[in-house]
């Protein structure tokens, strides 16, 4: 069974409301490509093309002007399509259509007289109305005449009690920087800096303002030159981080400016702007560094500037610095200048692009390189002196990425050097700086012996941010309401070039993030992918899994269904090539994909389909709704979803979804390629599960995570019951791959994790048997067959870190006594033998729950020097039951001396997923929230962690009202971020579906 064969469809003459088209395309024989945009049946033109087999539907009142000419062609498939808000309607016949009726009766002479009438009285009133002096009219009669009166806006006081010229959260556009000249003193000894920024600006409307952003520098000077230079005054409005200049004379269009700051300030304690870190070497001496992040809207922190993406300039950076110290930014260095103060400065090259300020960086350190030259390219990898022999592996990956992205892209990477920085301290995993790019230790640092998995990440995370380099850096978004072209993009060419690059490290996981992303986009407190954002707490808030993995997954989707393997690729090397250096929004994206109309329902509103699928006969039905958990106050939208649905069967010689009464079973979304869920009804799961109890290998492992995730899902939305989810997994003993096992026991653990903290007695007592009973019972073959030495492959490394794991936490005693004596033996070993980097989490795990060994782990987290080690230690050490240091562990990475803060929330997650730890850790939360902000910006992807671990397993009514009542007291400090509505409506949702499936489970149970 090769080819599909293209059947002759017969045309029928009475169309259905929801009408289908049809088009044929040579393609592996098992999978059929269906998609449905909104099409008017009347315009509908039936004409064979050789493309994919598309199933388009229609909604009712979902049309619109931009959609109308969508497509061209279409042929009519055996079966219907239709949203669940028509499903009222008649079905005695699907293709059955009702014409209109072709007359009308006659209105009688009474009726007539009653309308003229009516007319006439209205007509008379309108005219009284508009012949009267012109007036307003209030409860006191006509007292005065109309006025328009223009809008003004209410202008807010500056620091100095002066109107601020400017009440928007945006610039306003009068005014763009050219260039960029900044002079930088850090002093690392007082942890200070002082700075000069000189903005050339080009006026492209009157005006006499000039307003840009300043966040906590002191400002002891300002010029302003336009013709003759002279001292002006600024004003600032700290609420919204922004600084004006009022000229006494207008500026015209056409002319060019000067503005030149002077001021100081001192460097950020926390993980944005200009920030201190260190770190302690071999010698045990503290060394101090400082280095920037300044995503989303930190770049204000170090110099003034337009801190928007789309206020694009070159830059020329000078750096002073001790002899001793090292520094970096995005250009070369092109020379240094010894200055009288003993210092040295170092002046880098002008960049040779325009750069939006959020990718500006620069570091002051005495990190180590290793270089090799990549087509025409430095590249550098740069770490602390002591890890310079772990930074082999990322010079070779990234030199192996830049070369795949420069020919896949058909553009040259334009810098002549690209740096990659290890910093010690740094909250985010990486960020994409154009040309010098700064990751944590733990995603860019591996040892000559790190296993597949460390070595999966570390790649993931290069390949991520090399991404970026052309999506982000070369082609910007314009605002933040469009990150995911920024994300989205950089998260699917991550996965697609480490496919193509490095096969061997067997990226499949990327199905495991989706799901995660489907869950909160399943949420009524999601958000669409491309969204308004209005304020600095939703710009943090967009970087989310919406963003990322969502964004990434509607790309993946859109390569799948689009015809000809290198369509797809086509189409972004046009985009990139027709917007270099500009900023973009999602419909020039679409454009360039030719995909508007197909796409647009995927990023203009939140949540995502839920697609059901009925056989009757011969016929299969399919429906579309949103897909959305919570019913209390929910905004369903209104649109339908264009679904580029593919399927496979038992049958692989079938064109259409006419299926003959042999196909036994219909799996939908093949390989998970879709951003949808599939119910297919009480005997469709039936069959299916059927035929994976069968045969495992019908099919594949991203089909069999997908219907575990699915019938999940679908549980928690009522549509089926718990025992039919059960019944699914009766498959899982005979699983042998880690995306369906990894999926299973997190559904599972979830579900354990929220039994184990109702703190019911009743429930408390049968908890042994679930555990014993039904998770071991269905997993414990396949955890009894896993080993404990060296495992070179990725995927097995993966399906064993996650049974053996879960086998631990269970308690199983062959699990704890191997993992106890794998610790015992690197113990006494005093680092010469190694635990497989895949099993070391399980361990040091199994060793925290004992007194002793806690200590003796809490000891080799203080000495370890690997990054990626030290941090599974960590997690083993939060792990713990024990109150007090449960407690003591929480303040340790609060105040950062032992723990780094930015574990914090690492620390926060593991500590919850413990049923001795979750309360600590939520009163922790709310008696150090300010510290937290402080430390954490609102909305940020640390805090929406910290928020989510603490609530996510709550499910009874007093949980909350207490999460309610905390949140709803912090006011402007953080009650109205989106990820608090999240664990509101998480908590309900757990809640409801504990009160109905909880008798039922302590019956099963």
Not at 317 to 326: A, C, P, V
Not at 534 to 558: R, T
Not at 594 to 613: A, E, H, I, N, Y
């Amino acid at each position: 069974c090769r080819r599909f064969t293209n059947r002759k469809l017969k045309k029928l003459t009475n169309l259905p409301r929801n009408m289908i088209e049809n088009s044929m395309f040579e393609e592996e024989p098992d999978v059929v490509d269906l998609t449905f945009p909104a099409l008017d049946p009347d315009e509908v033109v039936y004409e064979p093309r050789s493309s994919r087999l598309l199933v388009r539907g229609l909604g009712e009142n979902d049309m619109d002007e931009d959609d109308e000419d969508c497509e061209s062609s279409a042929r009519l498939l055996g079966m219907s399509f239709m949203n669940r808000s028509s499903a009222h309607r008649s079905s005695s016949f699907p293709y059955t259509r009702q014409a209109p009726p072709r007359s009308c009766s006659r209105p009688s002479a009474r009726t007539t007289v009653v309308c003229v009438l009516f007319l006439v009285i209205v007509a008379s009133m309108t005219m009284v109305l508009y012949f009267l002096p012109g007036c307003t009219f209030t409860k006191a009669g006509c007292r005065k005449t109309n006025k328009t009166t223009p809008f003004e806006p209410v202008y807010p006081l500056s620091t100095n009690g002066k109107l601020f010229p400017w009440a928007q959260f945006r610039l306003p556009r009068s005014v763009r920087p050219v260039n960029y000249d900044l002079t930088l003193n850090p002093d690392l000894n007082n942890m200070t800096f002082t700075g000069r920024t000189v903005i050339t600006m080009s006026v492209l409307h009157n005006t006499k303002i000039i307003v840009l952003h300043s966040a906590h520098l002191n400002i002891t000077k300002a010029t302003f030159k336009v013709g003759l230079e002279g001292d002006v005054t600024v004003l600032e409005y700290q609420t919204r981080q922004q600084i004006a200049v009022q000229l006494s004379e207008e500026m015209k269009a056409g002319q060019s400016c000067v503005l030149t700051l002077d001021y100081s300030a001192s460097l950020s304690h926390t993980y944005d702007g200009f920030y201190n870190s260190s770190y302690i070497d071999k010698e045990g001496n503290k060394r101090v560094l400082a280095a920037t992040q300044f995503e989303p809207l930190s770049a204000r922190k170090a110099f003034p500037c337009f801190d928007e993406p789309a206020f694009k300039a070159t830059f020329l950076i000078k750096i002073s610095r001790k002899s001793n110290y090292t520094t970096l930014s995005n250009m070369p260095q092109v020379k240094s200048t010894p200055l009288p103060n003993g210092l040295v400065q170092d002046e880098f090259e002008k960049t040779s692009v325009n750069m939006s300020t959020y990718l500006v960086a620069f570091i002051v350190a005495d990190f180590t390189p290793i270089s090799k030259n990549v087509s025409e390219t430095l590249v550098s990898v740069y770490s602390v002196p002591e890890k310079k022999e772990h930074t082999d592996y990322a010079l070779d990956t990234a030199s192996k990425l830049l070369e795949f992205y420069n020919s896949f892209f058909e553009i040259n990477y334009p810098l002549k050097k690209l740096d990659l920085v290890a910093i010690p301290d740094f909250l985010a995993g990486a960020m994409e700086n154009w040309g010098l790019i700064t990751f944590r230790e733990t995603t860019l640092l591996v040892g000559n012996q790190s296993s597949p998995l460390e070595k999966q990440l570390v790649a993931s995370v290069i390949a991520h941010e090399l991404a970026h380099q052309w999506f982000g850096n070369l082609v910007t978004m314009s605002w933040w309401n469009d990150l995911w072209l920024n994300e989205g993009f950089a998260t699917y060419m991550q996965y697609m070039s480490l496919q193509t690059v490095f096969p061997t490290l067997d990226i499949v996981s990327s199905n495991i993030l989706r799901f995660r992303a489907l869950d909160k986009d399943a949420l009524n407190s999601s958000h669409a992918v491309s969204t308004e954002v209005n304020n600095p707490e939703q710009v943090e808030e967009m970087f989310d899994s919406v963003s990322y993995e969502k964004g990434a997954s509607i790309l993946m989707m859109l390569n799948t269904w689009l015809p000809g393997k290198q369509q797809f690729r086509k189409g972004i090397i046009q985009y990139l090539k027709q917007f270099s250096g500009l900023n973009t929004d999602t419909d020039d994206l679409w454009n360039s994909l030719t995909q508007v109309c197909m796409m647009r329902s995927w990023t203009s509103q939140k949540g995502f389909p839920l697609v059901t699928v009925s056989r009757q006969g011969g016929q299969v039905t399919l429906t579309q709704e949103h897909f959305l958990l919570t019913s209390d106050k929910a905004t369903y939208t209104s649109s339908l979803w264009n679904i580029p649905v593919t399927y496979v069967t038992d049958n692989c010689s079938l064109g259409t979804l006419e299926l003959p009464e042999s196909v036994k079973w219909l799996k939908l979304n093949y390989r998970n390629t879709g951003f949808y869920i599939v119910h297919y009804g009480d005997e469709g799961w039936a069959a299916l599960k059927d035929a994976l109890s069968s045969n495992v290998q019908v099919l594949t492992q991203e089909d069999r995570a997908s219907l575990i995730h699915n019938i999940f899902a679908l549980s928690r939305l009522g549509r089926v019951s718990f025992y039919q989810v059960l019944n699914l997994l009766k498959y899982m003993s005979n699983e042998t791959e880690s995306c369906p096992v990894t999926e299973a026991l997190l559904q599972l653990n979830v579900i354990y994790r929220l039994l184990d903290k109702r703190q019911e007695d009743s429930l408390v007592a049968r908890m042994k048997p679930f555990k014993l009973h039904y998770i071991l019972y269905r997993f414990g073959s396949l955890m009894d067959n896993q080993t404990w030495g060296e495992e070179e492959s990725v995927s097995k490394q993966e399906l064993r870190s996650a049974l053996l794991g879960s086998a631990c936490s269970l308690n199983q005693e062959n699990c704890i006594q191997q993992a106890k004596a794998l610790f015992k033996h690197y113990d006494e070993s005093n680092g010469t033998s190694r635990i497989p980097g895949d099993l070391q989490q399980v361990v040091f795990t199994v060793a925290a729950q004992s007194n002793e060994d806690w200590l003796t782990l809490l000891h080799m987290y203080q000495t370890v020097t690997y990054d990626a080690e030290k941090r599974k230690m960590l997690r083993g050490l939060a792990s713990t039951q024990d109150a007090r240091r449960i407690v003591w562990i929480l303040k340790a990475g609060l105040r950062g001396d032992i723990i780094q803060t930015q574990e914090l929330p690492l620390v926060i997650s593991t500590v919850c997923n413990g049923f001795a730890g979750y309360l600590f850790a939520w009163d922790f939360i709310q008696e150090n929230w300010d510290r937290l902000i402080e430390k954490f910006p609102i909305g940020s992807y640390a805090i929406q962690t910290i928020i989510k671990s603490a609530t996510s397993q709550f499910s009874t009514q007093a949980h909350l009202d207490r999460v309610q009542g905390f949140f709803s007291s912090l006011k402007e400090r953080g009650s109205q971020m989106r990820s608090v509505q999240e664990a509101l409506e998480t908590i309900r949702l757990n809640q409801r579906w504990m009160d109905k499936n909880l008798p039922t489970l302590q019956k099963w149970l």
